[in-house]
């Protein structure tokens, strides 16, 4: 008959200790690392007060959302290029342009704009390019940029 050492065995005492030091790290308080989802199908409208409609589709349960950030400047070339003073500002004068709670379903989320970036009103006639992202409140950074589409102030 074999003697058997008393206690656990090796492989057995090796997974308790990784467990335990995962556990002991705290893991689970990290941050998902999970790429945010853009917008999609972005629809603009111009209304004859001077305010331009922003619609758009949007799926982001992920936990790192916080809302929406819109690009709008007078060129294209501005908007893709996410210049901090063509990105809104919220009511605060902060980012995200927008705050959203995560959505757990695809929602169509609805906007109107009065101002430009600089707070001043939209001059009739003036024509407008606008792109929106989802905004991380972890790392304070903005998914891929959505559709970028014009519309002219009426």
Not at 40 to 50: K, Y
Request: hydrophobic share 40%.
């Amino acid at each position: 008959m074999r003697n058997r050492a008393k206690g656990m065995s090796i492989p057995v005492f090796a997974a308790a200790m990784l467990l335990a030091g995962f556990f002991a790290c705290d893991i689970g308080t990290f941050p998902a690392n999970t790429p945010l989802h853009p917008p999609l199908g972005l629809t603009l409208i111009s209304s004859n007060q001077g305010e331009i409609y922003v619609e758009f589709w949007a799926f982001n349960n992920e936990e790192a959302f916080a809302g929406f950030n819109i690009y709008m400047a007078q060129s294209e070339s501005e908007v893709s290029n996410r210049l901090a003073a063509n990105c809104l500002t919220n009511y605060l004068g902060g980012f995200p342009s927008m705050r959203n709670a995560r959505f757990s379903d695809v929602d169509l989320v609805k906007y109107t704009l009065r101002d430009g970036p600089s707070a001043a009103p939209l001059a009739s006639g003036s024509v407008w390019y606008i792109t929106v992202s989802a905004y991380d409140g972890y790392s304070g950074t903005d998914s891929r940029l959505g559709e970028i589409k014009p519309v002219t102030v009426m």
